[in-house]
């Protein structure tokens, strides 16, 4: 495609003969293909909270990435740990082998981790976490001779990434539809935990723990002897911060708790600070069986995902087979290699030396007031936000996600990153932010939302 806006990329471009000079190949992920290579949105450059794109245009960072980066970009630490990992050891297959980083990354997991989640599975990403997690609550009963224990149940509008345990036990509909006929059986959702009494609530809502008896209701359906796990995000991100009602986690916890179910939190988004606390698990006050974590572990620089497990699940599989043979079939190339290692060490040591949990949790008031500041701006459905990060839903235009997507590129355009799913605009900011960078990200959601509305 060579059009204009791909002759103002060329241009750009210092060294033109080792750039790509087609935009056509990538067949890019979660992205409107055509449009993009159309006027295309390249970055060349991220520093702090900062990006720049190929026309020079600095962008301020509102979604701290993809969720990955709270420490803000470009960490020397991190990328001296890597480039030393590189000279060392820059592979090792991890199957019957290993080396000593992975154990002392584990060992440091366990630290943050709640009560006794203290056996590390690591994996390349979210999705990637997720499907062992579903794999471990089956392995663990079958280890248990109860084998019966085959069905997940999961939750409407939540995202549990993108492979087919993830999206059977998500609740994200273009996700799932296309996939429908080929999705993973004996999946059951709860309802989602957004009710219309609850817009415009800064942290959790008052009313809806009565949602979580909807898995005792699954549970008198196919018999709660048959139910394996139960997998929610504690806040869905994906969907635009849902915030649980209070007593909700504990809720379902107590129904879990009751009928021997596992209790698995996929904290991709929420692990590692974003709630002001290491693990939503411990904002909330909740312990699941398994936790997912990925993204933030490694301030998103390398490709990582990890599964903490209670103890007597890893003791259990351990034990059920004979001293010698593998105990758990299951793994990936990519678990645990030395370059995401490194990295998730060099972040462990920045969360550390800057207090980061503590910087997230004081600067999490200042944000939501700001994030809220934004409700007098007609055409705004909704805003939601717990600890540092929050919610803002446009109203629909013509069809679902058109407004979103519109209203992000007028945030581009106004010199603002983030995420939008469907008609939600997710802020997430690094929590390295000073006051004047929230203020900075308000100020041009401002700019960029009004903008959307003046022009659509
Ligand atoms: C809660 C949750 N689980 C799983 C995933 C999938 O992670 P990944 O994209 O790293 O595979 C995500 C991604 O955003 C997520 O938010």
Redesign the pocket.
């Known amino acids: 495609m060579f059009n204009n806006s791909y002759k103002r990329l060329e241009t750009s471009m210092n060294t033109p003969n080792q750039r790509a000079n087609s935009l056509e190949e990538h067949w890019m992920p979660f992205t409107s293909n055509r449009d993009y290579k159309d006027n295309p949105r390249l970055m060349v450059k991220a520093e702090g909270v900062y990006y720049t794109d190929h026309n020079g245009n600095k962008l301020i960072d509102a979604s701290s990435g993809?969720?990955c980066n709270p420490a803000g970009h470009s960490r020397k630490e991190i990328k001296e740990a890597v480039a030393n990992q590189l000279e060392q050891l820059d592979y090792v297959q991890p199957f019957q082998q290993g080396f000593e980083g992975s154990f002392e990354l584990a060992r440091k997991i366990s630290k943050h981790t709640p009560e006794d989640l203290n056996r590390i599975f690591f994996t390349i990403?979210?999705?990637?976490?997720?499907e062992t997690a579903i794999k471990t609550a089956i392995a663990y009963f079958k280890a248990k001779g109860e084998g019966h224990r085959s069905h997940i149940v999961g939750r409407e509008r939540g995202?549990?990434?993108?492979n087919i345990g993830?999206i059977s036990v998500g609740g994200m509909v273009a996700n799932r539809k296309t996939f429908s006929n080929i999705l993973m059986p004996n999946v059951h959702h709860l309802r989602h935990t957004h009710l219309p009494e609850n817009v415009f609530v800064k942290g959790e809502p008052e009313t809806g723990a009565y949602l979580a008896e909807d898995l005792e209701r699954i549970a008198a359906n196919i018999g709660p002897e048959n139910i394996a796990a139960c997998i929610v995000?504690p806040v869905a991100?994906?969907t635009g911060t849902l915030v649980p009602p209070k007593g909700y986690l504990k809720k379902l916890r107590e129904i879990c708790d009751k009928h021997g179910i596992l209790l698995i939190f996929?904290e991709?988004?929420t692990g590692w600070g974003r709630m002001g606390e290491p693990f939503a698990s411990q904002a909330f006050n909740v312990t699941p069986d398994i936790l997912?974590m990925?993204?933030a572990i490694t301030n998103g620089v390398m490709p990582l995902?990890a599964v903490a497990s209670r103890e007597k699940i890893y003791d259990t599989i351990l034990e059920s087979s004979p001293t010698g043979a593998i105990e758990f079939f299951h793994g990936y190339t990519y678990s645990a290699i030395p370059v995401s290692m490194a990295a998730g060490l060099a972040m462990q040591n920045i969360i550390e030396k800057e207090n980061l949990f503590e910087r997230s949790k004081k600067m999490s008031p200042y944000f939501l007031d700001a994030l809220f500041s934004l409700k007098d701006i007609d055409g705004i459905a909704d805003i939601r936000g717990y600890g540092m990060m929050g919610g803002i839903d446009i109203k629909v235009d013509e069809r679902p996600g058109k407004a979103g997507y519109s209203c992000f590129k007028k945030l581009f355009e106004a010199g603002l990153s983030l995420k939008a799913t469907g008609d939600c605009l997710i802020v997430a900011p690094p929590f390295v932010c000073e006051e004047h960078h929230i203020d900075e990200i308000i100020e041009k959601l401002r700019t960029g939302i009004t903008n959307y509305f003046k022009t659509k």
């Open positions: 993809l969720f990403c979210g999705s990637s976490a997720v995202y549990h990434g993108m993830g995000e991100g994906s996929d991709v988004i997912t990925a993204k995902g």
